[in-house]
């Protein structure tokens, strides 16, 4: 059976009122049949003298182990987009290495990684 993709509008105004960084990064979360499970963003934080940058798939990972997505669901999907100001649209993104790793590791069905 074939992935069904959420509609990105759902949750447009959410990733556009959480996200303080200039170049916005969403990673959301769904079941096979196109089920929102959860959103985030990545954000600065200011940290030791400095900011510092959390990327959305951590920030993900950390809300689906909190609500224990992956025992609940049986597949769970992820998707990163990246907000293109010159289409002002949504686009596709790919994860960086570290966070699909991280993705990987954690149980993420890896069609979607």
């Given at each position: ?32 049949n196109g089920h929102v499970i959860a959103v985030d963003t990545n954000r600065t934080c200011l940290g030791d003298k400095r900011r510092r940058t959390y990327h959305a798939e ?56």
């Amino acid at each position: 059976m074939p992935v069904k993709f959420p509609d990105v509008c759902l949750f447009k105004e959410k990733i556009e009122k959480d996200c303080n960084v200039t170049t916005k990064l969403a990673a959301c979360a769904f079941t096979r049949n196109g089920h929102v499970i959860a959103v985030d963003t990545n954000r600065t934080c200011l940290g030791d003298k400095r900011r510092r940058t959390y990327h959305a798939e951590a920030f993900l990972l950390k809300k689906l182990h909190k609500i224990k997505a992956f025992d609940r669901y049986r597949k769970v999907c992820v998707i990163v987009l990246k907000w293109r100001p010159s289409f002002q649209d949504w686009n596709m993104a790919r994860p960086c290495e570290n966070c699909e790793r991280l993705l990987r590791n954690s149980g993420v069905d890896r069609k979607s990684v």
